[in-house]
């Protein structure tokens, strides 16, 4: 099992930027994918990006596309999103997650951080 410790929620205007970073220990990751999944209350949570461990393929959700950037330093196991031109409606919990394969992400028996809050308000 792999263990994952988010850090960089907080509170941002619209407009700002925040960046997001979650270490992975536990195992070797590949051929892991890491991605960041976001909630709101009463919706299912959401992948919004992520990466392959090896080869750094990307995905971002169309949402985020051109403002969000997913990114990884295998050195020190961590995977960041940076995260510009923040909407009110970017608000929500981010949670890191780490999976086999990226239709993995989300999934029960995927590896889940335990969440930090983004809130994007004026």
């Known amino acids: 099992q792999v263990q994952l410790e988010e850090s960089g929620g907080g509170l941002v205007q619209p407009g700002g930027s925040l960046k997001l970073s979650c270490r992975a220990s536990g195992r070797t990751f590949s051929p892991y994918v890491m991605g960041w999944l976001r909630q709101v209350p009463g919706k299912e949570h959401k992948v919004v990006a992520a990466i392959r461990w090896n080869g750094g393929n990307t995905y971002y959700d169309d949402s985020v596309k051109g403002r969000f950037t997913i990114s990884k330093d295998n050195a020190k196991n961590t995977v960041y999103l940076q995260m510009n031109s923040l909407k009110p409606e970017d608000t929500a919990v981010y949670y890191c997650?780490?999976?086999?394969?990226?239709?993995?992400?989300?999934?029960?028996?995927?590896?889940w951080g335990q969440g930090t809050q983004v809130t994007v308000s004026s």
């Open positions: 997650n780490a999976a086999e394969g990226f239709e993995d992400l989300g999934a029960d028996y995927a590896s």
